[in-house]
């Protein structure tokens, strides 16, 4: 088997022709870095990065660019290709679309996807140094992810029981109302503000429809979250967040599967 074929099949990415791997110098080393080059292949050359659109070539833009890309082993890993600009008639000038990367990134979706899932597990500094990233890039990394996710899945979808809570921000008693669901640990909503109007707003994106799907809402005692889950939730059981309960409602805890808690 071809070393080319090999690659392509650890990069896992479609549209892509992979002309040549070698060996090169470390720009920022005294080691040796993996260069894979490649193009892409006839049906995604020469579209607009954003809209994908085929579109005329303007100029061979920077000429050729590398994309980190998750290291091979122990070696640190780039895909290198030539970067031409096109012109969209929509956007206007700008890069060509490449089906490894996103518009703009440095590194591969491959390396990016991977860093935002560990970001999510592991502490940031654990992140930085098992890849070999930079604070900066990894958060810029995260925060590509995140915009390039949105509007892609539904937060709220599926939700049967939650947890609402503030959390204080910065300086000068300035919050933020948030609600996670207690089944996935996720955090699924946030918004500036901790009163009624602003848990309302929630409830509002979320409808009656699912609203009515609730089951358990955890909180603390806050008679303003109380107020507008009976209102907008009646029939879902209100659980008093651990760190304000006592052994007297520990057996509610039990009964609603609740054991522990969950603070937010």
Request: hydrophobic share 40%; net charge positive; aromatic share 8%.
């Amino acid at each position: 088997m071809r070393k080319t074929r090999v690659f392509g099949q650890l990069m896992g990415v479609q549209g892509m022709v992979i002309g040549d791997v070698t060996m090169q110098p470390d720009p920022d080393g005294d080691g040796e870095v993996l260069v894979v080059s490649v193009r892409p292949d006839a049906r995604s050359a020469g579209r607009c990065a954003q809209c994908r659109r085929s579109c005329p070539g303007y100029d061979a833009g920077v000429g050729t660019r590398r994309w980190r890309t998750v290291d091979t082993g122990t070696t640190r890993t780039f895909l290198e290709a030539a970067a031409p600009r096109v012109q969209c008639p929509d956007h206007g000038v700008l890069v060509a679309h490449v089906p490894w990367a996103r518009p703009g990134a440095k590194c591969t979706y491959l390396l990016e996807d991977t860093c935002a899932w560990l970001a999510k597990n592991m502490a940031l500094t654990a992140v930085t140094v098992f890849l070999r990233l930079s604070w900066r890039t990894v958060a810029a990394i995260v925060a590509r992810v995140v915009q390039d996710l949105t509007g892609k899945t539904d937060q709220l979808d599926g939700l049967t029981r939650i947890g609402i809570d503030e959390i204080s921000y910065r300086k000068g008693h300035r919050y933020l109302t948030c609600v996670v669901d207690h089944d996935t640990g996720r955090l699924v909503w946030a918004h500036e503000g901790r009163n009624k109007d602003t848990l309302t707003l929630f409830f509002d994106a979320l409808g009656p429809t699912r609203s009515a799907l609730l089951t358990h809402v955890s909180a603390d005692g806050a008679e303003w979250i109380h107020a507008v889950v009976r209102e907008k939730a009646p029939q879902a059981a209100i659980c008093l967040d651990p760190f304000y309960g006592d052994l007297r409602i520990m057996p509610m805890w039990s009964t609603f599967g609740l054991v522990g808690g969950y603070a937010v």
